[in-house]
Each structure stands twice: as structure tokens, then as C-alpha cells.
């Protein structure tokens, strides 16, 4: 079975320009996650969507972050303008109700 | 969700029993423990979860005190493969009808060596 998959794979960008990441989750699974790991701050959830409506975004840093889940098989986080502190590794992961989380290989973002 | 504790860091050589603990004295009654990994360069990837009683799947083993105050991780031959950082978490668990928001801490570097 296809896991999470997650483009593109690695971005790097200059400071300023807007950055899309792009998340497609497993099948049936009608919960998804959108997370972020840095090396000071660890892997922290930003976002998180059940049956595409957002539920939680009280992990979202600022206005430059948003994301959308148009259907049940796609969503985005988007940077709009991208700074340097957004660094990361971003990672997606969806699940089925009250079941264990499965990640994608996340999108490691430079923003230069 | 509870907090969790782990040491930082362990070895253990290939082909042994790698046991890695996990302290989480201020647990609820409806709080399940899960196990997560993280290989370099990949997303997390789950292990395995319990309630109270020891759990075992086709990667692992958990050992649950009775007191539910700490737990155990078990591989049991490790391989280098196994080499990762393993992340225990504590949340509410299932048939609440809502996600699980994983709070990841810095969990434990596991080094499996020749």
C-alpha cells in the first residue's frame, strides 16, 4: 500500500518567495497532520484536518503559514513570505479515527 | 496530555535485547502509552501502544508497571537497522472519537553496534 506522500522531497528558496508543500494521504484515512522539526524546537504539530475541515490550528507560528485540504486526497502548507527561520523539515501524516499516525518522509525546506 | 521522560542516549549491541525505558509518573487512567521511531532522514514511524497490560506486534514489546508510572520498550535483537531516536508518548487514547495530538519530546538516540 502507498504511504503518505509528500512533495517535493526537498525545496530551497530565497527569502521573500512563496513556498508550497504538498501532502497526499493514505486512502481512507480521514485525519491529517501537518508537523514541523527543527533542531532547537523539535517536532511540533502545526495543524491538523478531520474529513478536510481544520480543527487545530494553534500550532500555525503566523500569518505566513496557511494550509488547505481541497479533498480528501490532497493538502498544502504554504509560506507566503518565506524567511530564513523557516528552515525545516516538514513532515504529513494522516491516520484513521483513533488510530496510530503514519508520517510521510516530509520536505526538508532551506529558505536561504 | 502527561509528560513523558527518557534518557537521552543508549547503546546496545547487535543481535541483543535493546530495553529502553520511559518514566510517566503523572499518567491518567485514560491515557495510553505509544511508541514511536525515527530513522535519519525519515518521518516517525509507529511501533507500538498499550493501556495497561503488555503489548506485543511484530517489532516490539511493551512492558507497562502496574502502577502504569513507567514503562518499557523491548527489541528484541536489534540490528543496526534499529538505530534511531524512539520517542515515547503519552495522550488520550482511543474511542474518544477525536485525533490523537502526538506531543513529541526529545525521546531516547538508540545506537545499535557491531
Known amino acids: 500500500d502507498a504511504g503518505v506522500i509528500q512533495s517535493p522531497r526537498h525545496e530551497v528558496t530565497e527569502m521573500g518567495q512563496e513556498v508550497t508543500l504538498r501532502c497526499k494521504p493514505i486512502s481512507g484515512h480521514d485525519y491529517l497532520f501537518w508537523y514541523r522539526q527543527t533542531m532547537m524546537r523539535g517536532l511540533e504539530l502545526l495543524i491538523y484536518?478531520?474529513?478536510?475541515?481544520?480543527?487545530?490550528d494553534s500550532g500555525m507560528p503566523e500569518d505566513r503559514f496557511s494550509a488547505k485540504m481541497p479533498n480528501a486526497s490532497f493538502s498544502t502548507l504554504k509560506i507566503q513570505p518565506s524567511e530564513p527561520r523557516d528552515s525545516a523539515v516538514y513532515f504529513c501524516a494522516s491516520s484513521p479515527t483513533d488510530q496510530p499516525q503514519h508520517f510521510g518522509d516530509g520536505t526538508r525546506l532551506s529558505i536561504l | 496530555d502527561a509528560k513523558t521522560t527518557q534518557p537521552p542516549s543508549m547503546d546496545c549491541a547487535e543481535g541483543r535485547a535493546a530495553n529502553l525505558p520511559c518514566n510517566h509518573s503523572?499518567?491518567?487512567?485514560?491515557?495510553?502509552v505509544y511508541w514511536y521511531r525515527q530513522i535519519h532522514s525519515q518521518g516517525p514511524q509507529y511501533i507500538i501502544h498499550?493501556?495497561?497490560n503488555n503489548e506485543t506486534n511484530e517489532m516490539a514489546s511493551l512492558i507497562i508497571t502496574e502502577d502504569r508510572k513507567s514503562s518499557t520498550l523491548i527489541l528484541p535483537h536489534a540490528t543496526l537497522r534499529d538505530t534511531a531516536v524512539y520517542y515515547c508518548i503519552v495522550r488520550v487514547g482511543l474511542n474518544t472519537g477525536t485525533a490523537s495530538k502526538l506531543t513529541f519530546g526529545t525521546g531516547t538516540r538508540l545506537q545499535v553496534t557491531l
Open positions: 484536518f478531520n474529513n478536510n475541515v481544520p480543527i487545530d
Open positions: 503523572t499518567i491518567s487512567g485514560n491515557e495510553y
Open positions: 498499550g493501556l495497561k
